[in-house]
């Protein structure tokens, strides 16, 4: 029986007659984390969003599943359940970080009051315990006088604060899965380490699962426990972090990585040195591979004819590329 905590399986996902993912399945063990990349428009934050069945109203399920294990042990497909419950569940199990720090922070409460709402809404605790909770909570996460920030707006704290205070209402109640949506990808580097270094301190010390979402193999590579490459909202490639890594099966895969920017480097090195073409447009995506347009070096007739089967290497690496033994070897 899959006992994963979170198993999404072949789902497929449209806004409006435009397809965004294509069957794409994913499983993260307890305590596991899971980086999914890929360039911009690739599906990542839809993907996330549907996880939290927060999608707009536009977006259209086509196929698949999405099973969250909950602490009580009892087993919930997240597409299908009723609010009540997801309501339940987001929040206190499921914590998410969203691509827009600022959207995620109403700008007219004070942080304080916003994490304190956010402890309560799941927790039947007296204000000041949830205020107490908060504070401490803040200075587990290396904000200085806690207290004084617990009375700024938002719009006072740097970027680096206030992305510190949006993980902050993310992990208040402790959730088993934390959602980050490249919550890194707004802040500059110092700053990017820094997150980066909390949130794996985080994840050590209480054994959250973390399904991290980033445009950046570079940051993968730092919080990856596997990586799971997404092109076109098809999954391309997935493995051990370390492993794709080192010997990359996809040649978007390798792409991504020859235009890899490490930690350290200055903003302007950040700017992915551009693979050739782009991400092809939703409604237009080649009948065969969705990557052969880009592909100089390892395309042939068979890729255009055909969508690439999975090939999967041992237990836990798979790839979709015709010419994925000859890549292996
Ligand atoms: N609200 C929306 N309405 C219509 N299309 C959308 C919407 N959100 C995302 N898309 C489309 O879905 C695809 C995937 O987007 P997204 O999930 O945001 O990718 P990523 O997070 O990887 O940049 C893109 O082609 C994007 O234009
Ligand atoms: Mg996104």
């Not at 994840?203 to 076109?232: K, P, Q, S």
């Not at 969705?290 to 041992?314: I, K």
């Amino acid at each position: 029986m899959n006992r994963s905590l979170l198993s999404v399986e072949d789902f497929s996902l449209s806004y409006g007659a435009v397809p965004a993912l294509h069957q794409v399945s994913i499983r993260i063990a307890r305590g596991e984390s899971l980086v999914i990349v890929g360039e911009s428009g690739s599906g990542k934050s839809s993907l996330g969003l549907a996880v939290m069945r927060l999608l707009p109203r536009t977006a259209r399920m086509t196929t698949g599943t999405i099973r969250f294990l909950a602490s009580d042990g009892t087993s919930h497909e997240l597409t299908t359940t009723d609010a009540t419950i997801l309501q339940r569940l987001r929040g206190k199990e499921i914590g998410m970080i969203f691509q827009e720090p600022m959207t995620s922070l109403n700008p007219v409460y004070r942080i304080g009051d916003q994490i304190t709402e956010a402890i309560r809404f799941h927790e039947a605790l007296p204000r000041t315990a949830a205020r107490d909770r908060a504070v401490a909570l803040l200075a587990h996460l290396g904000i200085a006088e806690p207290e004084r920030r617990m009375a700024a707006f938002p719009h006072e704290l740097s970027g680096g604060l206030r992305q510190r205070v949006v993980i902050a209402i993310a992990l208040v109640c402790n959730p088993s899965l934390l959602i980050a949506d490249e919550p890194t990808t707004a802040l500059d580097v110092t700053v990017q380490a820094q997150i980066l270094d909390l949130l794996k301190r985080l994840r050590g010390e209480r054994g959250m699962a973390l399904l991290f979402v980033t445009h950046h193999l570079g940051v993968a590579r730092e919080i990856a426990d596997r990586i799971l490459v997404l092109y076109a909202g098809r999954a391309v490639e997935e493995g051990p972090a370390a492993a794709v890594i080192a010997h990359p099966l996809h040649p978007y895969t390798r792409a991504l990585l020859q235009s890899v920017p490490r930690l350290g480097m200055n903003k302007d090195e950040m700017t992915l040195p551009a693979i050739g073409g782009a991400v092809p447009d939703p409604a237009q995506v080649p009948h065969g591979c969705a990557f052969a347009p880009r592909c100089p070096s390892f395309r042939s007739g068979l890729c255009d004819a055909a969508p690439p089967p999975v090939t999967t290497f041992g237990e836990n690496r798979s790839v979709r590329c015709f010419r994925a033994a000859e890549l292996a070897a």
